[in-house]
């Protein structure tokens, strides 16, 4: 359909959209432990951000509730934290040489 600078410039476009949805496929394949109260709490996220376990060790279910929620909440956070800058270092290898502005994200970033 391109013939010349277009169609290679195309053929690229199309390899990096391959090779962007393969690193979402295996983003979403990974799984990240967020952690607080000195490991106290743990929290297991999926790559797409789903909860996949909590873990409380049991002389913390002896405290308030509300210290509870929040060791479980840090426990999120640290999780959530640690996924952003999984994909941020998985985005910043795949797009390394590109003239990307600050601050651009992906549709699933």
Known sequence: MFDGPWGELMKQ?????DDMKKAQEALQAREVTG????????????GKGDCLGVAIH???????????????AAAI???????????????????AGLQLPPGFKFPFS
């Not at 476009?13 to 959209?17: H, S």
């Not at 049991?58 to 479980?72: K, M, Q, R, S, Y």
């Not at 640290?78 to 795949?94: G, P, Y």
């Open 77 to 95: 956070n640290d999780a959530m934290q640690k996924l952003e800058q999984l994909k941020t270092e998985q985005m910043s290898q795949m797009t």
């Open 13 to 17: 476009a199309q390899k990096m959209q």
């Open 58 to 72: 049991p002389p913390v279910l002896a405290d308030t509730p509300e210290i509870v929620g929040e060791l479980v």
């Open 35 to 46: 952690e607080s109260g000195a490991g106290l709490v743990t929290v297991r996220l999926n």
